[in-house]
């Protein structure tokens, strides 16, 4: 039996942990200042803040890291990275990722645009200043970069489904059942030694080697050694109960054969978040649970919120994106942070 790529388009898919952190806080912040697209300067608090962020991180290894260009986010991004201990990549800076525009608000205090909207008859939640995007158009910026962020990971990582049969009419299915694999072992041993299977171990041999490895799952506190080759490549022998284990791992982990642990950071702002997470939650129907309830809510300065994410695309180059909650503004690493100058659990008067 030989198998090749299909000429049709490949059906592609990845597996990935995407986490979305805000930056730290600014004097604008502090001072209750609208700030948009205003290049603001981090406060001495969101250092304070941006440094407990980047030690909470520091054994966290990210294989990508995103940020918004404008200045309070390069600058949380930057020590998120410089004190994380495991992670080889650069800082990638995307203009998608920019607060909101603000128009004539930017350099005002919240109060003055609440004013604002009342002199206009329009409430303020709805209410858009002259020269501001409106939160439609802040959305559909932030899924323009998540869709764009899930192209460039499918194409670079994605793992294609989609093989073609030759010289047989039967389909070795890359992904077999451990049942199944015991079932068959005469009906594999026939296909021309593709896959050669022992008692002891377990090898797949579609044209070239396909190792099985370690699952991505990692905890955002991990302090994984995430080099240790001790789950790279799956032992197996005939017993009963490592059948059954196998067995197992395989249902709980779908297709994740191909998972590099990809995870990625991406910095950005208040208003971009919230809608990312709004997308999520309203469009992708992922479920936040009681976050629901609060998601107009701007995230804290550093808090994270976690998801892990399964992309694909079919036969007609429609994709198709999951999402699982992990972890909902997150900021613990400001109330256990042990600063007796600086209160880092900070709320803002204006935190746009």
Request: glycine share 4%; aromatic share 8%; hydrophobic share 35%.
């Amino acid at each position: 039996m030989r198998l090749i790529l299909s000429n049709k388009p490949n059906v592609n898919y990845i597996h990935f942990n995407l986490t979305l952190a805000r930056h730290a806080e600014t004097y604008a912040n502090a001072e209750g200042i609208i700030q948009g697209i205003l290049d603001t300067e981090l406060s001495n608090i969101g250092y304070h803040q941006s440094r407990a962020l980047g030690l909470h991180l520091q054994y966290h290894r990210f294989t990508h890291i995103y940020s918004s260009d404008l200045k309070r986010a390069a600058e949380t991004a930057h020590l998120i990275h410089l004190l994380n201990r495991v992670s080889s990549c650069e800082i990638k800076f995307d203009s998608l990722l920019r607060e909101r525009i603000f128009g004539i608000a930017q350099g005002r205090t919240r109060q003055w645009l609440r004013e604002l909207a009342k002199e206009n008859g329009v409430p303020y939640i709805n209410f858009t200043p002259s020269g501001a995007e409106t939160t439609a158009q802040v959305r559909k910026r932030a899924i323009n970069f998540f869709e764009n962020l899930c192209k460039e990971i499918c194409l670079k990582y994605g793992t294609s489904t989609l093989l073609t049969k030759q010289d047989t009419s039967q389909h070795l299915a890359r992904y077999v059942s451990a049942e199944n694999l015991f079932l068959n072992q005469e009906l594999l041993k026939i296909s021309h030694r593709i896959c050669s299977i022992s008692t002891e171990n377990i090898h797949y041999q579609l044209i070239s080697p396909i190792i099985l490895t370690r699952s991505c799952g990692s905890s955002i506190d991990s302090t994984l050694d995430l080099s240790s080759p001790s789950s790279s490549i799956l032992s197996y022998n005939s017993s009963i109960e490592k059948r059954r284990i196998f067995s197992k791992n395989l249902t709980d982990f779908p297709d994740k054969n191909d998972c590099l642990d990809l995870d990625i950071l991406v910095v950005s702002h208040g208003a971009v978040i919230r809608e990312l997470i709004k997308y999520f939650a309203c469009d992708l129907k992922t479920d936040i649970g009681q976050h629901l309830e609060t998601i107009q809510e701007l995230a804290p300065n550093t808090s994270i919120t976690r998801f892990q994410v399964s992309y694909s695309t079919n036969e007609q180059q429609i994709p198709t994106a999951t999402l699982q909650l992990i972890d909902y503004h997150n900021k613990t690493h400001l109330i256990n942070a042990t600063n007796d100058e600086y209160n880092l659990d900070t709320t803002n008067i204006c935190s746009f």
